[in-house]
């Protein structure tokens, strides 16, 4: 079995959560497409990435990105690293060769995620943005129904993704500040929400709304409200807050369409809410528990109704990754490419400027050049 | 006893609900404030109204409302005329002395419904605008719990009113006609997603959205989407639609609080969702099934976990309407005035403004002359 | 319209939900099929069932329920008294030539129930048991999909009742008196599992169980448990408790077969879940709010979606008598008849039998003489 | 860091669940009690162990059981094979020294149960009956609330488990057959009600029920049905089927106590309902989503909110073997020992004796000699 060496930049809660897809895809996903093998990780504090790379078994630690972009036995550059580093390393992996994978936000910014997927892209090597919940059993299975015309036309899409630990002003991480993450909910959750919504219903045309920060001093946003039109000529509404007490990863949305709805909770993955105009008397949404044989990813798992949880649907990301790197498919349109983290940034960034100029705010897209 | 005449301008979906309300009051509510005695109806269809005389025990039908302000034997006048009809008749009854309550929304716009409050301001009678919602148990739960302060400081409210049953252009109704109705699912929706946000989360100040036609012909909005602003900090999303597909009478908000969390769905009235963050392990919402004896407006039902309809609510409000003219409380806080009709109309004409104008739209209150 | 007089025995609980649900017939149910005149009300306190009297506009109250039974105006005895009550009153109003209504359970035990239907069949009057939660549009519809043999061959059937008032030691009522009630648990909860049971599922034809009480000097049964078998070859458990805690009016029941499966709750009583193994990839209970035009009742009510109470189920089993009265259909199969009541009894019987003897008890059922 | 070297019984369904949990208790418990070191497989299919042993490497694989058992480098022998390969291998391995996990049910009978439970405690290894429900995170905390008194004294345990995957007359597996399999849903389901209603409400002192057959020539039961009793007078009911259409992995159970009341669904594994009489207005089920900091195994995973799966449930019971083995910690109470196989048995006898005999059946327990 052909084998790929795996670079992580990263260690904390996404590293362990990336180790362990890969890890698991080794046997999980049976035969892999590539065997993971883990070569290098990295980050800033020696004695904790040292730790790390005993733990999940990498085969050498750094504190130096650097050396994992010069490793020629590493092929698949993963860069979990807060969202200030990933420009830079993600750009010089690519260029070293490298297929890369890059931690949601792409870039503190659209303009940063445009240079991140121009030059990427640039190289030829396969990209991939970690926008891991089209990877939920639910969403796959949302996306197939929709792709099959079964809810017709899409009429709304809301979504918001509810979270509540950022009422705490004595908490610090780097996720507040400025110059590390770009931006607080926004490029943490909002961006999530900006993704599924146009994975399911397609581009995002204006933006009307604005960030809220509660806490003062806190120098990122909390909160993110926004009215928002798709090019299908869907409406509806975006949220992302840390201030939704009570909801600890409540990412919830809705789809409604002329033939049919759909409905989601990240705090239960493993069900999607289905309804039908199907003329069926007993009209109602249908809980349906998305694990069985035929549905996504579900081969790799267990018999029906055996749910799996939220790390597992890293297992999927990075298996689809080494798949279309192993040339059996293509990373879009079902991976997030650069060019989706690019865009998500691009509405995002619109969110902000409505905020600030109190405008709705046209949402525009550049291309390669 | 005392009696009160009562006095009804419509007779079909709402007429059933009121004249239904009015006669449970006199002896669910055990024992009234003041007996109702149902005098007159009036209606356009001759024929219609005779029978609903007949059906509910009015004494007299007729199909000039003005028969019931010149009436003497009766002492509030209940407008649940369509939206064209609320002015004329409501100002003129209440001219005539008649204590008065209008549907919602009170008028087509914000400047008709200055209009009505003010002059029936002007009378001294007593005014309520028919706001049920307000009088679901659930719903006046969650506003005494909040009065606790049990949910501490409000930073989030997000409202919805999603209906399924205007995805079809062969209906025709006088809710589609703008000189009729105002507007679509925007005085009809959106005014009780307005006003709940009002009566649990305090005032708006700025909303940023638009409302939105879906069907080529229809003259009136089919869905509301904004993003809002209240007085107090909160942020938050005001979504109102007649096409979301499945979803019937689907009245959800949420609230979130540096303290609490309240969550409702209008499909399940008879629940409130409730989040404390009191440092239990076992952390969680709860399903309140709002039947206790210590509960809102249960010392007139049944005993605990025997549910009540959506019908119910209007026996509570008009039994609030009748203790308020009997001189035992106040229509505010509890129902809504017609200043809380008006100021709804100031929110949703501002969604309607910043449609038109892509801006983000202050909202502003005028105050009686 | 013709009218028919009612006399009522019983004010309290009951009295308040038949005379209600009388009076609503007489509008809700337009037109109705007899119209109920209220003329006698019966009870054993002076004073309250005077007052009862004048709250729902009875013409005459009395302590003696032998003088509604003389009185040749009224058509229909609607008894509501204690179980102890319900034999000679009921049986003395039939061969008056009075229709009947009885509620459950029907005796206090089976010989009681046989008796009192035995004697009360032979008059020829129309006798229903008031078992109302087959009223509930939910449960209709559930039997009407088993009727079109949407669940295919019936597997199980798991019900149970569940409350949790029991658990006091200082409460007393009649219903824990074994002269008045007969019965605790059993004859209160247990007998609308039975009938609810045999209403959807078919006969049952063994159980092994017993009665339980959990409190020291309570003298009657706090709690029934009991595994059943049904003629059908269905297998299930049935349970009624007072000592549930946190479940208020917890009549949860769930039928498979073999091509579908419903469940419900009737603290929810306005929802039915619906499985069909139809070979939708989207596998699932439906959720399906009980309210469309086309569901059992609905055309009494409201717009789709706008839900029913608890009470509102006495309107529909009213209602059914009336129209059985007034020739338009019949008792059975929808209302259940003394019958029914009868084999509740003995089903019930069987379950204490079991519990005495220790042995799995065959329920045999007499035919009349 | 200390190894310990498994040998597994078994590579089909469970091999594959314990092989991950293995794998994962390497580094996502860190660090480990002991480190698993993959070291034999063995399964009577050479080509299938042999390609088992690849994917999850293991050293090597053999179709001898015997090889395990003599391997001097296996500390731990983990017997997932079909029931009627329980007996002999366990007891042989423990004999060699080893200590054993054995999955349920542990023997095929009571008989056979006790037998492996005697000869096994009599070398002195640890032993474990893999009921691996009782590391749910959900159970785990109930157990906990219970151990605190917060339920009060136990009312009612009310249990089943509801599949539906039996009612296909093609299928055959070994479970359908009675030499391999000793029971039907009997040994495969009930016996997890069994176990959890011990763990949770204490032993059972009698059953009246009795096991079923649904479809013609099928050797073993379909579904099991049962009324029980607890030595601490709590009362309630069993259930496990096979035919639950619609049910996937449903094990559902709920427990009441004198002060709180617990609820659970294995389909919804991450969350546990939980009621309090605390004299809260706002009184209701609190759903616990079980992901805190401070709830069961949590440490071991991601941030609040973010839920596992079913497959995880191995890792926490297989790493508490480890600990007892590393002496850390006892299997008991937390962990199932064969003892508990035992009793588990005893009470699934007990059941097919009612079902035969048409009597209530006491539970009886043998002590070692």
């Known amino acids: 079995m052909a084998e790929i060496g795996i670079g992580l ?25 590539l065997e993971p093998k883990l070569v290098g990780i990295a980050g800033r504090n020696t004695e904790a990435v040292g730790e790390a790379a005993e733990r999940y078994g990498f085969e050498y630690a750094t504190d130096d ?78 996306r197939e129904l929709i792709d099959a015309g079964e809810l017709g036309e899409i009429r709304h899409f809301r979504g918001r993704y509810l979270q509540d630990w950022g009422d705490d002003a004595s908490l610090d991480t780097w996720r507040f500040h400025p110059d590390e993450a770009g931006s607080g909910a926004l490029g943490d959750l909002a961006t999530h929400v900006v993704d599924l919504a146009r994975y399911l219903a397609g581009e995002i045309t204006t933006v009307s709304g604005f960030a809220k920060t509660f806490l003062p001093g806190r120098q990122v946003d909390d909160a993110v409200e926004a009215a928002v039109e798709f090019s299908s000529g869907a409406v509806g509404t975006l949220e ?3 201030f939704a007490l009570g909801r600890r990863n409540a990412f919830q949305w809705e789809i409604n369409g002329s033939q049919g709805s759909l409905a989601f909770d990240m705090e239960r993955l493993n069900e999607l809410q289905v309804f039908r105009a199907d003329g069926d008397r007993a009209r109602g949404f249908k809980t349906v528990l998305v694990s069985e044989t035929n549905h996504p990813f579900w081969e790799h798992w267990w018999p029906p109704g055996h749910i799996i949880g939220w790390g597992d649907t890293f297992v999927h990301e990075l298996h689809h990754m080494l798949r279309a790197i192993a040339g059996d498919s293509e990373v879009a349109p079902h991976g997030a490419t650069f060019e989706d983290g690019y865009r998500a940034a691009e509405v995002c960034d619109a969110i902000v400027r409505s905020g600030q100029s109190g405008a709705r705010e046209q949402v525009t897209f550049r291309a390669l050049p």
């Open 9 to 33: 930049l990263g260690y904390a809660f996404m590293g362990k959560a990336h180790s362990n897809a890969f890890k698991k895809i080794a046997y999980m996903t049976w035969p892999p497409p």
């Open 65 to 142: 990105w650097r050396r994992l972009v010069a490793d020629e036995s590493i092929g698949l550059f993963d860069n979990l690293g807060p969202n200030a580093l990933h420009a830079e390393p993600t750009i010089a992996a690519a260029e070293a060769g490298k297929h890369v994978v890059c931690e949601k936000p792409l870039g503190r910014d659209a303009a940063e995620s445009y240079e991140i997927w121009q030059r990427v892209a640039a190289t030829g090597v396969k990209h991939m943005c970690a926008f891991n919940y089209r990877f939920v059993p639910a969403v796959r299975l949302a």
């Open 240 to 242: 992302a807050t840390r």
